[in-house]
T-cell receptor, first 108, second 113 residues
């Protein structure tokens, strides 16, 4: 059974902090990975794709380590608005396999 | 944002009754999906569709059926609702590219009493 494992947290950090989330995936043949963000009682929204070479979008950096089968998300200079649950996702074939999410709470 | 809507947004139903949830898209995407989200389990795939009349089962398909008679509509039916089907149901659509990810609807909160 294909799985994605994440530390559920919660991660409680002050504004301005740098925080990193990791997740591991079980399917060594997987090719595409994503990070989604989900606010309380809302639908998940695509935050960023994860590329083998690593990619950055503003304060967010995603990296993929295929040898160890883990994916990371780094958030720099945390904002209050970053408080949410972050879902690690493996595109295994046609469907997406979701981790259970890591909760981030940023406080002032 | 992609045009995807779910209806109803909220529903309370009694055990043993049939329930149909609707997902409608205006993006002409080929792939459509139904997920359920429960505390401690995350998002789990129920059924998906890769074209009109083409559907397949996901991880938690027991007790659910789907239909897709038009590209824009994907229906999820609980034949005889049970309390274990109380959940938040999300529909999603995806484009053709491997790296496109999904766009989700706003969800349907279903309570079976």
């Amino acid at each position: 059974r294909k799985e994605v494992e994440q530390d559920p947290g919660p991660f409680n950090v002050p504004e301005g902090a740098t925080v990193a989330f990791n997740c591991t995936y079980s399917n060594s043949a997987s090719q595409s990975f994503f990070w989604y963000r989900q606010d309380c009682r809302k639908e998940p929204k695509l935050l960023m794709s994860v590329y083998s070479s690593g990619n950055e979008d503003g304060r967010f950096t995603a990296q993929l380590n295929r040898a160890s089968q883990y994916i990371s998300l780094l958030i720099r200079d945390s904002k209050l608005s970053d408080s949410a649950t972050y879902l690690c996702v493996d595109q295994a074939g046609t469907a997406l396999i979701f981790g259970k999410g890591t909760t981030l709470s940023v406080s002032s | 944002d992609a045009g995807i809507t779910q209806s109803p947004r909220h529903k309370v139903t009694e055990t043993g009754t049939p329930v149909t949830l609707r997902c409608h898209q205006t993006e002409n995407h080929r792939y459509m999906y139904w997920y359920r989200q429960d505390p401690g389990h995350g998002l789990r795939l129920i059924h998906y569709s890769y074209g009109v009349k083409d559907t397949d089962k996901g991880e938690v398909s027991d007790g659910y059926s789907v239909s897709r008679s038009k590209t824009e509509d994907f229906l999820l039916t609980l034949e005889s609702a049970t309390s274990s089907q109380t959940s938040v149901y999300f529909c999603a659509i995806s484009g053709l590219g491997q790296g496109d990810g999904y766009t989700f609807g706003s969800g349907t909160r279903l309570t079976v009493v």
